[in-house]
C-alpha cells in the first residue's frame, strides 16, 4: 500500500495503521476526531462529508469516537477502506496543496485528548506469567495461581474518571500502609510506586441490556480497537487495603493510556494461536479461532537527570485469556456495557526476568534493585522518573504503532 503522505518504514503510522483519536490546536481549540497517518494527522471533522452515509458523517463530526463506536464493525470496515483509499496516492481528492492544507496537521501541532467519554473501566489479571510470579512472591510455588485463576478472567472494577491521556503527569498519591508487619497502620505518601504494562480494549457496537450477555464466541465484533497502559499502582497502599475486596485507592490514583486508538482490522495480520488453556474453559467463554497478537511492548525510565533505560520487553502474545473471552465475562452475569468501555488486561509479562510488566516483578519486591544507565538504581519508582510504555507490530517493511503512553511521577501534594 502506498499513500501519497510520505513517511518512513519506521513509522508508527502507515497506511495500514490508521488508528484514531481526538485532536485539538493552538488556533482551532475544538476537540475533533482524526487518523494518524506517518507524522500527520488527517482532521476527519474537515472531511466528514466525504463519507457515504448520514451515520459516518455524523460521527466524525463529534468531539469523541463514542458514537462511531457505535456503529460497529460493519461501519468501521467501510470507514477503514474509505480512508485508505482517500490517502493512497492514486487518489487527488486530498492531495491538491489547498485542500491539504485545510485536512492535514502536523502531529507535533496538535493536543491529544481521551479518545472516547470512558463511562467504565474494567481491569483484568490476565497474563499468566505475572499471576504466577506476583502469587510465588507472596503465596509460594506450591499456591501460586487461586483456585479460580485458569476458571475465568479474574478483573476489577476501576475507576474511570482518572483515565488520563499520554502525558498527563501522576502525582504520588498518600494513603494508610502497614511498615512493620504486626504494627499498627501509618498515613503517609507511598514509598513503592509501580508502574503495571498493559493493553486494553475499548468497547464498540451499540450499548447491552441489563441482563443481555454477550458470549466469547459474538464478542469480537464489539471489541473496536486497543491502546496501550500504564496502570499506576502504590504497592504498600494495596497490600494493606487490597484484603478482602480488591485493589482500591493503590490503584485509582492515575491510568495512563495511548491517545490513538489502533483498530482490530490494523492489528489481524498479527494474530498469533491463542496460549493453551487447561482446563477447557466453559461454553460461555469459547470461541473460535485466535484472539491473541503479536504486539511487542517496551518501557523506559528517563531518570530526573535525563538519562533512558530500557526497563522490559515483553509482547502481548503472552496472554493467558484473549479479549473475547474478557468480554464474555464480564456481560456473564448480564452486565450491561456501553460504547467506550474501557477494559485493561493486566500487568503482561513474560517468562524470562527482562520481560517482566512491573517493576514488583523486576526488582522481585524490592530484594534485587534495577540497575540503570545513569548510575543509580531503583527497587520502585522515584519522583521525577518518567515512565513510557511502547507498543508496535513489525510487518513486511512497515510496523503498527500505538504512539505514545508516558507519564512522570510528580512529588506528592504538600498537606
Known amino acids: 500500500m502506498k499513500s501519497f503522505v510520505e513517511y518512513s518504514p519506521s513509522s508508527d503510522f502507515p497506511l495500514e495503521n490508521l488508528p484514531y483519536g481526538v485532536f485539538s490546536t493552538s488556533n482551532n481549540p475544538q476537540r475533533r476526531i482524526g487518523v494518524a497517518i506517518g507524522s500527520e494527522i488527517l482532521d476527519l471533522f474537515a472531511i466528514a462529508h466525504l463519507f457515504t452515509g448520514k451515520n459516518l458523517s455524523d460521527a466524525f463530526r463529534q468531539d469523541s469516537l463514542n458514537e462511531f463506536m457505535a456503529l460497529g464493525r460493519p461501519a468501521w470496515v467501510d470507514a477503514r477502506a474509505r480512508l485508505q483509499d482517500l490517502l493512497s496516492v ?70 474511570a474518571s482518572s483515565v488520563v491521556v499520554s502525558g498527563t503527569p501522576i502525582r504520588r498519591p498518600r494513603g494508610q500502609t502497614l511498615p512493620v508487619e504486626g504494627a499498627a497502620p501509618a498515613y503517609g505518601p507511598s514509598n513503592l510506586m509501580d508502574f503495571e504494562l498493559e493493553v486494553a480494549f475499548f468497547v464498540g457496537g451499540p450499548p447491552t441490556k441489563l441482563g443481555d450477555t454477550i458470549p466469547a464466541s459474538e464478542a469480537y465484533d464489539r471489541i473496536f480497537g486497543m491502546v496501550t497502559m500504564n496502570d499506576w499502582s502504590a504497592r504498600d497502599i494495596q497490600k494493606w487495603e487490597y484484603v478482602p475486596l480488591g485493589p482500591f485507592t493503590a490503584k485509582n490514583l492515575g491510568t495512563t493510556i495511548s491517545p490513538w486508538v489502533v483498530t482490530m482490522e490494523a492489528l489481524e495480520p498479527f494474530k498469533v494461536p491463542n496460549m493453551p488453556q487447561d482446563p477447557v474453559p466453559f461454553r460461555y467463554l469459547r470461541h473460535e479461532g485466535s484472539c491473541n497478537f503479536d504486539i511487542k511492548l517496551e518501557v523506559d525510565i528517563k531518570a530526573p537527570g535525563g538519562v533512558t533505560t530500557t526497563l522490559t520487553r515483553s509482547n502481548y502474545k503472552f496472554m493467558y485469556w484473549t479479549p473475547q473471552q474478557q468480554l464474555a465475562q464480564h456481560t456473564s452475569t448480564g452486565c450491561n456495557v456501553n460504547p467506550g468501555d474501557l477494559m485493561a488486561s493486566g500487568t503482561i509479562s513474560g517468562e524470562a526476568v527482562d520481560s517482566y510488566g512491573s517493576m514488583l516483578e523486576l526488582c522481585w519486591k524490592g530484594t534485587k534493585p534495577v540497575a540503570l544507565k545513569d548510575g543509580t538504581t531503583r527497587k520502585f519508582l522515584q519522583d521525577g522518573d518518567e515512565i513510557s510504555i511502547r507498543g508496535f507490530c513489525v510487518g513486511d517493511n512497515y510496523r503498527i504503532g500505538f504512539g505514545p503512553c508516558v507519564g512522570k511521577l510528580l512529588p506528592v501534594n504538600p498537606e
Open 90 to 159: 492514486e487518489n487527488p481528492t486530498l492531495q491538491e496543496p489547498e485542500i491539504r492544507s485545510k485536512v492535514f496537521v502536523q502531529q507535533s501541532d496538535a493536543t491529544m485528548h481521551l479518545p472516547a467519554k470512558i463511562g467504565d473501566y474494567t481491569d483484568f489479571y490476565s497474563s499468566i506469567h505475572h499471576a504466577t510470579n506476583v502469587g510465588v512472591m507472596f503465596r509460594g510455588k506450591e499456591n501460586a495461581l487461586m483456585p479460580n485463576w485458569k476458571y475465568l478472567p479474574v478483573g476489577y472494577h476501576g475507576r
